[in-house]
């Protein structure tokens, strides 16, 4: 079993930039394929970055690549999601998801989930 903690979402205004993060525990962390994921009210859930176990690889949504960066440090059991040049369109809950089995975008490849922290971007 694994366990994943979000912190640090909150109420920023447009342009302003956020720091995720989610820490894991119950697992072989350095082991573990991690994903954000992000769900805003009425919308279904939606891929935001991905990281393999080494974090020698990201992924990223379209909506978000040159803004977001998700790393890692598997001495901290945790994944980083620096979020910058936040827009209103950006507002949702962030998940981190974990122990990927299948294509990085889509939410049914991932055993583990935390249970998110919101993020409000006000224009």
């Known amino acids: 079993q694994v366990q994943l903690v979000e912190s640090g979402g909150g109420l920023v205004q447009a342009g302003d930039s956020l720091r995720l993060s989610c820490a894991a525990s119950?697992?072989?962390?350095?082991?573990?394929?991690m994903g954000w994921f992000r769900q805003a009210p009425g919308k279904e859930r939606e891929f935001v970055a991905a990281i393999t176990q080494s974090g020698g690889t990201s992924f990223y949504a379209e909506s978000v690549k040159g803004r977001f960066t998700v790393s890692r440090d598997n001495a901290k059991n945790t994944v980083i999601l620096q979020m910058n040049s936040l827009k209103p369109e950006d507002t949702a809950v962030y998940s981190c998801a974990a122990e990927r089995s299948g294509p990085a975008t889509r939410p049914e490849s991932y055993k583990y989930w935390g249970q998110g922290t919101q993020v409000t971007v006000s224009s």
């Open positions: 119950g697992g072989t962390f350095r082991s573990i394929t």
